[in-house]
């Protein structure tokens, strides 16, 4: 079975400073991970998503991730967050290339919280 | 175009009552997913459908919950004798094909809360 962990429950950053969720995976089969974002009273959001070939991975509103396999990472950063980045940020995983599969399976999620 | 519509944005209701609650996806999505997100964590797979037919219910939590999609298009979650755990916010997603690449676009989600 597949699993996701995100580390940090909260994770509070002054405004324009660099952020880093994290997220760990556990699998025994290759999978597609992606990071969501859930801003107050709004649905959830595509922010990037891992497929295949570069390991770095560049989303919208200036997120990346880089996939690490041997460490099961997948570790979500911005080098300067805007008051507008609040939101909830989830990591996610789906296995590729079985119909009763395409099942999102997500982590607890982590709340970003900027300071003025 | 429209994204995907959920209604009611809120339902409140007693333990015991029947509720039904409605998925619009976006025209000409073929698959359709349901999910559940209690207060505090991701959200969990409930059901899976590809078409009209429901291609795992595997997340479904007990035989109080169903869910159809007569025509392939407007799905709706159907749940017997509510429990106060059932508490939750209702997330339904379709994408344009059931691959894992095809990205799954997630609607406000129905707010149930279960007195």
Redesign the interface.
């Known amino acids: 079975a597949q699993s996701v962990t995100q580390l940090d429950s909260q994770v509070p950053v002054f405004e324009e400073a660099p952020v880093e969720l994290r997220c760990n995976y556990s699998s025994s089969v290759s999978v597609y991970l992606f990071w969501y974002v859930q801003y107050p009273n709004q649905g959830l959001q595509l922010l990037l998503k891992y497929l295949s070939g570069s390991t770095l991975v560049k989303g919208i509103n200036g997120f990346e991730a880089e996939f690490n396999k041997s460490q099961t990472s997948f570790h979500l950063r911005k080098p300067s967050v805007h008051i507008s980045d609040t939101a909830e940020y989830f990591c996610a995983v789906t296995i590729p290339g079985y119909s009763s599969a395409s099942k999102i399976i997500f982590g607890s999620g982590t709340r970003l919280s900027i300071r003025p | 175009g429209a994204?995907?519509s959920q209604t009611p944005s809120n339902k409140v209701t007693e333990k015991g009552k029947y509720v039904e609650l409605r998925c619009d996806p976006i025209s000409g999505h073929t698959?359709l997913?349901w999910?559940r997100q209690s207060l505090?964590?991701?959200?969990?797979?409930l059901i899976?459908f590809?078409g009209t037919g429901a291609?795992?219910d595997s997340?479904l939590p007990n035989d109080r919950f169903f869910a159809v999609r007569p025509e392939g298009s407007v799905s709706t979650l159907k749940i017997q004798r509510t429990e106060r755990g059932d508490s939750a916010v209702y997330?339904c997603?379709s994408?344009l094909q059931?691959?894992?690449?095809?990205?799954?676009?997630?609607?406000?989600?129905t707010r149930l809360t279960v007195l």
């Open positions: 994204g995907v698959a997913y999910y505090g964590q991701g959200p969990e797979f899976y590809q291609a795992d997340g997330l997603a994408s059931d691959r894992g690449i095809d990205t799954q676009y997630f609607g406000p989600g």
